[in-house]
């Protein structure tokens, strides 16, 4: 089965960073664009970022942008999301999945309608 598999979320000061990992397996993740989600609590899960497979251009939302830094590395088949300065409003459940539009649709209030496989889930809590 193709799997995604998140990593590296815990409960951090506002102001500190955290590195999520990404893990495929049983695909060749440099054949995929990949999205980095996240999901607060009463809230609606929105886009965060994403890389595509073949220029590896990147996608931020406005709300991260100069803070997260997505990136991959093919060799261990796994994309990364550098979260600094983190503010207690990055606080949420952070998902990566699969896009097959290679981040074309990012920031669109549409986009989670063409992702296909998702990781679990790991959960970012900011707070002092």
């Known amino acids: 089965q193709v799997q995604l598999v998140e990593s590296g979320g815990g409960l951090v000061q506002p102001g500190g960073s955290l590195r999520l990992s990404c893990a495929a397996s049983?695909?060749?993740?440099?054949?995929?664009?990949i999205g980095w989600f996240r999901q607060a609590p009463g809230m609606e899960r929105e886009g965060v970022s994403c890389?595509?497979?073949?220029?590896?251009?990147?996608y931020y939302a406005d709300s991260v942008k100069g803070r997260f830094t997505i990136s991959r590395d093919n060799a261990k088949n796994t994309v990364y999301l550098q979260m600094n300065s983190l503010k207690p409003e990055d606080t949420a459940v952070y998902y990566c999945?699969?896009?097959?539009?290679?981040?074309?649709?990012?920031?669109?209030?549409?986009?989670?309608?063409?992702?296909?496989?998702w990781g679990q889930g790991t959960l970012v809590t900011v707070s002092s």
């Open positions: 890389i595509s497979s073949r220029r590896g251009s990147t």
């Open positions: 999945a699969t896009d097959p539009k290679e981040c074309l649709y990012s920031g669109k209030n549409y986009w989670i309608r063409y992702l296909e496989v």
């Open positions: 049983e695909f060749t993740l440099d054949s995929y664009a």
